[in-house]
């Protein structure tokens, strides 16, 4: 049963959460030993297949992230369903040069892990089972929102029921198009990259031995990254008119048009799974906060998945969100998102620049330009710095203030 003798009204939250994707309910964890009054508002049940979160698609979590899982005591089960990635290769098609990364040289475990987007679901709600002062309000769609002096209002819609919730704190982790941004008056940044991303597993020939590989071919980058027995998960970017004839070709026709985009580092290509597509767009918030709303995850800042940033930077944004929950409960809101706003702005503005800069400079194909990419990349391998940076931004380590950042659980004392 949840303890509501603190609370005067019924249905009153310190903390809630609308949207259980990945990020929202990762910060449902991570509040955990806060013991908070919290409850979390989806759409969607956390089983339904129909679940536009929990979907086919895999997830390179960087070791910063890992770290960020460690500290909530998740990681251990996360990574018994992950597989670790020890390489990163980064080719350009038709161009010398490729700048490769590894976990040897770094002196860790893994760069990264890879993990079914639907597997990381499922251990994250059943570590919500455990705790009974998380509520789940699912399925409902928040509609409105109305300020109070001393809290806020939120209109619910449970399938065709309409329910009122009071919080002190509203997050929102409800994704790209964000219904609580809007109604806090939130403008966003949206940039079509007229790109679409097909997303599959695929078999090789040769074993991957755990390598990732990122190529930028004329049309758009492909990523291929190491899965359980011995599959890959691949993103082949398309410019949005091409996409569609690709995903009408036959199985053989398939494999075939990507071998030739990605190159025959793995051998043939065999087999590919279930395809499935998603357009690719940078939409950034003009700010992170309203009166006692936080913006995070998607809902914040959607991102190119090429350099597999989005979920990572999400995570980044928990671990400072729960910082300051664990620092101020909700009995200051005001300085506790005034904190939230500046401490993610560096973050998310450099890894925004990294991803976007990273799309723009290889999907051309001028001649000129592909020498200098081509430059770039064994500048990249050659200038430490610059290899140093790479790294760290590919290994999400280069924010490590908080105490989830390091692989330590939140204080409940608010010490840092
Ligand atoms: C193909 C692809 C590959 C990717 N690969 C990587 C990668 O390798 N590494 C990485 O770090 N990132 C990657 N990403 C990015 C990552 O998937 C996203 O950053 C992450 O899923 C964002 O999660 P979210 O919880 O913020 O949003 P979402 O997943 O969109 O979840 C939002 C939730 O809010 C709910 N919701 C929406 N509106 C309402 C409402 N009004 N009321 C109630 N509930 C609502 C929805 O039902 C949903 O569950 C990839 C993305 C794509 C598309």
Not at 161 to 169: A, E
Request: charged content about 25%; overall charge positive; aromatic content about 6%.
């Amino acid at each position: 049963m949840k303890d509501k003798e603190n609370h005067k009204m019924p249905d009153h939250y310190d903390v809630l959460i609308v949207g259980g994707g990945m990020v929202g309910a990762s910060l449902a964890v991570a509040l955990k030993p806060l013991r908070l009054n919290i409850a979390l508002v989806d759409a969607f049940q956390p089983k339904d297949t129909q679940h536009p979160a929990y979907d086919d698609r895999a997830i390179a979590l960087s070791y910063g992230s890992s770290l960020i899982y460690q500290g909530m005591g998740l990681w251990d089960e996360i990574k018994a369903d992950a597989t670790a990635i020890q390489k990163i290769h980064v080719s350009d098609r038709g161009h010398f040069g490729a700048t490769r990364l590894s976990a040897k040289k770094e002196k860790v475990d893994a760069l990264g892990y890879l993990v079914e987007s639907r597997l990381l679901g499922k251990q994250l709600y059943k570590e919500l089972k455990r705790d009974d002062h998380i509520e789940h309000i699912i399925p409902a769609r928040v509609e409105l929102l109305k300020h109070h002096a001393d809290y806020l209002e939120v209109s619910l819609d449970k399938e065709g029921d309409k329910q009122t919730l009071h919080c002190q704190l509203l997050v929102a982790a409800d994704g790209t198009n964000s219904t609580i941004r809007t109604l806090s008056g939130i403008g966003v940044q949206r940039a079509d990259y007229q790109q679409v991303g097909i997303i599959a597993n695929v078999s090789t020939e040769k074993s991957h031995q755990n390598q990732a590989f990122e190529r930028f071919t004329a049309d758009g980058p492909i990523a291929l990254l190491p899965m359980s027995n011995n599959r890959c998960s691949l993103i082949w970017t398309q410019p949005t008119e091409k996409a569609d004839n690709i995903l009408a070709l036959d199985d053989k026709s398939f494999l075939e048009q990507l071998g030739k985009a990605f190159g025959y580092r793995l051998g043939r290509f065999t087999k590919v799974g279930k395809r499935s597509s998603f357009p690719f767009a940078l939409v950034t918030a003009d700010k992170n906060t309203a009166e006692r709303v936080a913006l995070i995850g998607n809902a914040s800042h959607t991102l190119h998945p090429v350099a597999g940033q989005g979920l990572n930077l999400a995570l980044r944004d928990v671990a400072v969100l729960a910082d300051l929950l664990a620092k101020y409960t909700t009995t200051n809101t005001r300085q506790l998102l005034l904190d939230y706003e500046a401490k993610r702005e560096a973050d998310i503005k450099t890894t925004v620049r990294y991803t976007n800069s990273l799309v723009k400079l290889f999907s051309n194909d001028f001649f000129l330009l592909g020498h200098a990419r081509a430059g770039g990349l064994l500048a990249v391998d050659r200038i430490k710095p610059l290899r140093n940076w790479l790294t760290r931004q590919s290994m999400g380590t280069q924010y490590r203030h908080e105490r989830l950042s390091r692989g330590l659980p939140l204080s409940t004392t608010g010490q840092q």
